[in-house]
């Protein structure tokens, strides 16, 4: 469900991208890893609610403001062709493989 690795997304600072994702995408360039263990993504999922999908990864984190995410969200994004799933643990957004 998860990768080893991710990288976040460039202005953002909840989003995180599989490191081996290889589609265009507005990454960090700082050459950060994030491990899986890092994010707590060993913590098992509570439930998964799917929710309604998103044109672009940027946005997840705009939806503060007029959709608040709870843990468990899930989230299709269609410029990335990848589900990202909300865990409240860390408060980010991560692209589930």
Request: aromatic content about 10%.
């Amino acid at each position: 469900m998860f990768a080893d690795n991710y990288k976040k997304m460039a202005g953002t600072s909840a989003v995180f991208l599989s490191a081996d994702y290889n589609g265009a995408s507005p990454v960090e360039r700082d050459g950060v890893l994030w491990s899986a263990e890092e994010l707590h993504l060993n913590a098992p999922l509570t439930a998964r609610q799917d929710k309604p999908p998103m044109h672009n990864a940027l946005a997840l984190e705009g939806l503060e403001d007029y959709d608040a995410p709870e843990d468990g969200d899930v989230r299709a994004v269609a410029s990335i062709g990848s589900e990202f799933v909300y865990l409240n643990s860390i408060r980010a957004w991560v692209q589930m493989v």
